[in-house]
């Protein structure tokens, strides 16, 4: 099956820096990849939605000047949080769909961010 | 806008007895409807899905899932649970946008418990 990598799986930063995850599509090429974010025993909300070679679109109430997300690959689009807060600190798991006619979103293994 | 109901947040269920997980949706189109589980700290794994014909899906692990229209429903079945399917599981929703996948809306999950 379609194999989604997410980089790194966990990470610890700072207050005040910058972070950035990975979301690559091993075996397929990826139109459009969805970032995610879920809460403690919370359910997963889509934060934004992205398309190879053009602005992502993000959804309501997800500021887009604090998560930046770019896709600039069929295979790899990143999200990188800029100067993290500890309100930051969530999961946040990508998904990476083909092109072509629906089928579904692969998704990755998420990255557990933590911002100190 | 669409939604996702998962009525339940806990269940428990006895290992070796059946299982059936509640999941209602609000889409004003044919969905597309997924069931994922998610053990902590874990990304996704889809058990199945639903796009159109048989309305009775079957996945991995030996689950099953009905699509019923006048229900608005797509409950996920088990016939007989092992302690390995302990997890939180999650009910998801999309659509078709442009002729490629949307963002999933997910349900607020149901986090299931096995008693020996």
């Known amino acids: 099956g379609a194999v989604v990598s997410q980089h790194p799986s966990r990470v610890i930063c700072k207050s005040g820096t910058s972070v950035k995850i990975e979301c690559r599509s091993l075996?397929?090429?990826?139109?459009?990849m969805f970032w995610y974010r879920q809460f403690p025993k919370q359910s997963l909300m889509l934060m934004a939605t992205?398309?190879?070679?053009?602005?992502?679109?993000?959804e309501q109430g997800v500021e887009k000047d604090k998560f930046l997300i770019n896709h600039a690959s069929l295979t790899l689009s990143t999200l990188t949080v800029t100067s993290a807060h500890p309100e930051d600190s969530s999961f946040y798991i990508c998904?990476?769909?083909?092109?072509?006619?629906?089928?579904?979103?692969?998704f990755g293994q998420g990255t557990r961010l933590t911002v100190v | 806008a669409q939604s996702v109901t998962q009525p339940d947040i806990h269940i428990t269920v006895s290992e070796g007895a059946s299982l059936e997980l509640r999941c209602n949706y609000s889409?004003?189109?044919?969905?597309?409807l997924f069931w994922y589980v998610q053990s902590p700290g874990q990304g996704l794994q889809l058990l199945l899905k639903?796009?159109?014909?048989?309305?009775l899906v079957q996945g991995i692990k030996g689950f099953e899932a009905e699509f019923k229209r006048s229900q608005s429903s797509f409950n996920l079945r088990k016939p007989s649970v092992h302690w390995s399917d302990a997890a939180e599981y999650f009910c998801?929703?999309?659509?078709?946008?442009?002729?490629?996948?949307?963002?999933?809306?997910f349900g607020k999950g149901t986090h299931l418990i096995i008693q020996p």
């Open positions: 998904s990476a769909a083909p092109g072509g006619a629906f089928t579904e979103a692969f």
């Open positions: 075996d397929f090429q990826a139109t459009t």
């Open positions: 992205s398309n190879e070679g053009s602005k992502a679109t993000y």
């Open positions: 889409y004003g189109a044919t969905p597309y």
């Open positions: 639903y796009f159109s014909g048989d309305t």
């Open positions: 998801a929703v999309g659509a078709l946008v442009g002729g490629g996948a949307d963002g999933l809306t």
